[in-house]
């Protein structure tokens, strides 16, 4: 007998299965009887819209604004209050920590950009960056708590 191969009969490819490999309809992706709200893959602008949002918001303050309104924009006031600890320390905290300290002003703004944690507890502080705070904004706020 023969062999040949175009004589074979041809199987059908095999289908992944659709609902363990999560079927995409453009807007969100399937699994189950599960939605996620936003495609895990090929489909980027809802996160990317969303955190060029956030960063306009952050950098959409003048910069001769009250420095409560700056902390405010900045969201430094999700850790920080002005009396009592949070996650962070409070301003007027901080304000004695570094009262009579000439290089203080320095010293807050290279710990403020680099971000960290141990200073004030094992909670690690995220940096503040200048879509956040320009220099001579950050340079206000830091001289407000400084000076309470």
């Known amino acids: 007998m023969d062999h040949d191969p175009s004589n074979r009969p041809r199987l059908p490819r095999p289908v992944p299965d659709p609902v363990a490999?999560?079927?995409?309809?453009?807007?969100?992706?399937?699994?189950?009887?599960?939605?996620?709200?936003?495609?895990?893959?090929?489909?980027?602008?809802?996160?990317?819209?969303?955190?060029?949002?956030?960063?306009?918001?952050?950098t959409s303050m003048p910069a001769g604004a009250d420095p409560a309104e700056l902390m405010e924009a900045a969201r430094c006031t999700m850790c920080h209050h002005a009396e009592a600890r949070r996650v962070g320390p409070s301003w007027t905290a901080i304000a004695e920590r570094y009262a009579g300290d000439d290089n203080a002003l320095a010293v807050l703004t290279s710990r403020a950009r680099a971000g960290g944690s141990g200073e004030w507890g094992k909670a690690p502080m995220p940096p503040v960056s200048e879509d956040q705070l320009s220099d001579a904004e950050l340079e206000t706020v830091l001289t407000w708590i400084l000076d309470r």
């Open 21 to 58: 490999a999560g079927r995409d309809h453009g807007r969100a992706i399937v699994r189950g009887n599960k939605r996620d709200a936003f495609p895990r893959r090929g489909h980027g602008l809802p996160y990317g819209a969303a955190s060029l949002l956030m960063a306009a918001a952050a």
